[in-house]
C-alpha cells in the first residue's frame, strides 16, 4: 500500500490497524536540539482518546505512547523518531456478524474492490484509529512551531444546525464537545443525547485559526498553502468539505467587497478584512490563517441499512459494537496536527526561498 506518507522535509509515515496489535508513525526531518518528550506527545493523544464522554465511542484504550527512537535526553537527534500506541480494548469479535456485509458509508467495499482483501475488524487502516500517528507527529511540529510564535487552534464550530456564536466565543470554555460557546454545546449535547437514543449520528464543522505565522510561507504553484492545507486537512477520513476564509460565501459577493483593502499599521502592512483566510495566491499574507472542514456523520449507526454481501446479494446490516455518534469532538486535534505539519514542511521549503538566506545559514555554521 503506497499513499501512507506525508510531507517533503517533515515527513511521517503512520502504520497499523484498528484491532492490530499496535498502531504509530515514523517522523523524519525533526531538527536536531528541540525540546521533546514522551508527554508532549501524551497531552496531544489524550484530546483523541475514545471513552471520555458520553458522545465517544466506549472503546476503553489509554493510547499510552512509546518513544522508540531519535530523543537523547530530552532533545531531538535529528534521526527519525519512531512512536508507537497498543491497540489493547479491540472486540474483533463485534465484526463477526457483518465481516461478508459491506457498511453503507464505509471504505470496505473500494478498499475490497482495490486490494481484493479487507480487514473488516473495524476497517484497518480506514479506521480512524489510524489518526493516532498523526495526532503524535503533529505534537512535535506544533511543538517546534509554537517556539516560532505560530500557534494553532481548532474547535467545533457547529454540530448539525447548531452553531457557535462569535458573540458567545469563550476558549476558556472546556466541554466534551469542545464548542467554546456553553449555550450552543447545552443545545448541540441534548440533540445528540436524542440522535444516540435512535442508534443515529451527527456531523459538523471544525475550524482551524492559526496565528503568528508570518507572510512569505507557501508556494504560489502546486505546493500553495491553502491547496497543502486542504489535501491535508481532506485526508481525515470522514471531512466531506474544505473551505478558507470566507469560503462559499464569496460567491454572493461584489469584487470590491471580497478583496480585502491593505493598510499600514505600526509599519507593517496589515489587511483591513480577512475575506481571504490570510493566504494570497498560495502564500501566507501575514493575518489570521481560518479555515474550515465539513466532516460527515460517523457511518457506523444501529439502525437498519440496505447493503450487498461478498457474494453479491442484497440484504440488510444493523451495525452493532462501540462507536462514536459524532466524529467531530474528537477530530479537532487530528485537524491541529495535520495543520501543524503542513506548516512546519513548508516553513523548511521557505528557507531556500531566497539567496540572502541562504548565505545568512551558511556565514552562520
Sequence with gaps: MSGSVYGKHFKISTWGESHGDTVGVTVDGVPAGLSLDAQDIQAQLNKRKPGQSAFTTARQESDSVRIMSGIFEGKTTGTPIAMMVENGDHHSADYSNIMDKFRPGHADYTFDAKYGIRDYRGGGRSSGRETIGRVAAGAIAIKMLEELGINIRAFTRSIADISVSDDRLDFANENPLNMPDNEAYEKAAAYLEELKSQGESAGGVIECRITGLKAGIGEPVFDKLDASLAKAVFSIGAVKGFEIGAGFGVTGLKGSENNDDFAV??????????????????????????FRAAFKPTPSVSVLQQTVTTAGEETGIEVKGRHDPIIVPRAVVVVESMAALTIADLLFDDMSSKMDYIREYYKSK
Excluded: F, P, Q
Excluded at 266 to 281: H, S
Design 265 to 290: 499599521k505600526d509599519g507593517t502592512v496589515v489587511k483591513k478584512t480577512n475575506n481571504a483566510g490570510g493566504i494570497l495566491g498560495g502564500i501566507s499574507d501575514g493575518s489570521e490563517i481560518i
